[in-house]
């Protein structure tokens, strides 16, 4: 789809602004629960939204707009809620499977998946049976899945909330990689773990983003590497406050790899470097 021209960017907010006016006081046991077909609309509509093409004018019109703020902030929060009831949904309907991989490799976005496992493997310099650690791992764990399947690695995915851990923990056991996989209840300040990780991955929708990447900077040794997803184009960038994230000191980026269709994803690669202050 072509850019968006500039005189369509104000109607584009009004839809964003009434988007959030139906979600903004939502709480999360409203969408986790939900059956509701008219917020699977809007999910759907937002869906639309995102995989719409914007130059740089009509980016910045929108972060500059007063409305900014809280309409990301309430719109991103909808957006993390329902992808999770999706793949709470997907994580079950796999654990009741009789064939777990061939339902698995049946799921939406799994090429995506193996794409940038690929990425991430290769680009990190990952060997077979390397360790690789994914903060905010989630019910359906699948970054760790298919890089621990598909290139021999070991795993371990830390979850903060003890229902997804307890799902994701099912769902690896059930697709046979319970000794590939180790799933921990806990958050970026269960950091540092007895196990050295040669990479340590940091979900797109880790929370706060600052606070994560600080500890994480305090306490994994130099020359320690980290990828972690980001949008940069469109409105995924204005939606992601990843693509927003200014990373603190103590980290040097030393790779960055776009996205090939059918990825979004661009996947940034970073190393531990020395510094005296993580607060500057």
């Not at 958050?187 to 540092?192: R, Y």
């Not at 990373?247 to 510094?275: A, H, I, M």
Request: charged share 25%; with cysteine; glycine share 4%.
């Amino acid at each position: 789809m072509s850019n968006i021209p500039k005189i369509e960017t104000a109607l584009l907010i009004a839809e964003l602004q009434q988007i959030h006016n139906r979600v903004k006081d939502l709480e999360e046991r409203d969408i986790l629960e939900s059956s509701s077909a008219e917020l699977q609309e809007i999910f759907q509509r937002l869906d639309e939204l995102t995989a719409l093409d914007m130059d740089e004018a009509s980016t910045e019109m929108i972060l500059k707009s007063p409305e900014f703020d809280s309409l990301t902030t309430s719109i991103s929060n909808f957006r993390f809620l329902y992808n999770l009831k999706l793949e709470i949904e997907e994580a079950k309907s796999l654990i009741e499977s009789p064939n777990p991989w061939e339902t698995l490799q049946n799921f939406t976005f799994y090429s995506n998946y193996l794409q940038l496992a690929r990425t991430e493997y290769t680009d990190s310099g990952l060997k077979p049976e390397d360790h690789v650690l994914f903060l905010g791992s989630g019910p359906l764990p699948l970054s760790l899945i298919v890089l621990c399947h598909e290139y021999d690695l070991q795993g371990i995915g830390i979850e903060q909330e003890r229902e997804r851990a307890c799902i994701s923990r099912k769902v690896i056991d059930h697709l046979g990689l319970s000794k590939r996989i180790q799933i921990i209840e806990g958050n970026h300040f269960s950091l540092p773990l007895e196990s050295v990780c040669e990479l340590y991955m940091v979900a797109a929708q880790a929370e706060p983003k600052r606070e994560v990447f600080e500890q994480i900077a305090k306490v994994l040794s130099v020359g320690s590497k980290v990828s972690y997803r980001l949008y940069e184009k469109g409105i995924r960038r204005v939606l992601d406050g990843g693509s927003l994230f200014k990373l603190p000191s103590g980290f040097e980026e030393y790779l960055r790899v776009q996205p090939e269709p059918p990825v979004n994803n661009t996947v940034v690669f970073l190393k531990k470097v020395r510094t005296d202050s993580l607060n500057e």
